[in-house]
């Protein structure tokens, strides 16, 4: 079965760092686009950006570019969202995503699970 | 940036009935290359159309998409009762950055 696992939930307060994880199985993790998405709860989708996890190049939505940080280890399939110093305006879901082809420009087949990052 | 507007906000209709769902762009989309997803309280979305009108896999053929430049549209044929969600456009053309539609609520009537 291609999924996704995220790590869970998770309750921060303002100023921590943090780094959820994102586990890719059931396909060859390497040869596609990794993206994630934004939701505020109650709201909708906002594209953070993506990552190919085989040479980490990353396209950031501008709006998210220096407010956080993709990265990968290919060798466990796993990629990773990182914030350096959370605010309370990240509190939000977070998906993570894979890219339907292997272009960075692409749609998102296979979604992650709810991931709530909640700063207070 | 694209923005891409959807319309109506919400769609109050009865299962059985045919949903229109429309996503207007503000620049053309390259290469058709827009994406239709079904979103669940409490789940990720999932992905229904890609490339304007190619169905996922799994997809329902109660489901189709059309369109092409600036407009486009989501059907549902014949509403379940398991289609009562958030629908939500995404074009994937002018990246980055990807954007999405703001979302259009189907409701039962």
Not at chain 1, 53 to 81: C, H, M
Not at chain 1, 110 to 117: A, F, Q
Not at chain 2, 70 to 81: A, C, H, K, Q, V
Request: charged fraction near 15%; hydrophobic fraction near 30%.
């Amino acid at each position: 079965e291609v999924q996704l696992v995220q790590s869970g939930a998770e309750v921060k307060k303002p100023g921590e760092s943090l780094k959820i994880s994102c586990k890719g199985s059931g396909f060859n993790f390497n040869n596609h686009w990794i993206g994630w998405v934004r939701q505020v709860p109650g709201k909708g989708l906002e594209w953070m950006g993506v990552m190919h996890p085989d040479d980490s190049d990353s396209r950031y939505n501008p709006s998210f570019r220096g407010q956080v940080t993709f990265s990968a280890d290919k060798s466990t399939s796993t990629a990773y969202l990182q914030w350096g110093s959370l605010k309370a305006s990240d509190t939000a879901i977070y998906y993570c995503a894979k890219s339907f082809d292997t272009y960075y420009a692409d749609a998102f087949d296979i979604w992650g699970p709810v991931t709530m990052v909640t700063v207070s | 940036e694209i923005v891409l507007t959807q319309s109506p906000g919400t769609l109050s209709l009865s299962p059985g009935e045919r949903a229109t769902l429309s996503c207007r762009a503000s620049q053309s989309v390259s290469s058709s290359y827009l994406a239709w997803y079904q979103q669940k309280p409490g789940q990720a979305p999932r992905l229904l159309i890609y490339g304007a009108s190619s169905r996922a896999t799994g997809i329902p053929d109660r489901f189709s998409g059309s369109g092409s430049g600036t407009d486009f549209t989501l059907t549902i044929s014949r509403l379940e009762p398991e289609d009562f969600a958030v629908y939500y456009c995404q074009q994937y053309g002018s990246s980055p950055p990807s954007t999405f539609g703001q979302g259009t609520k189907v409701e039962i009537k």
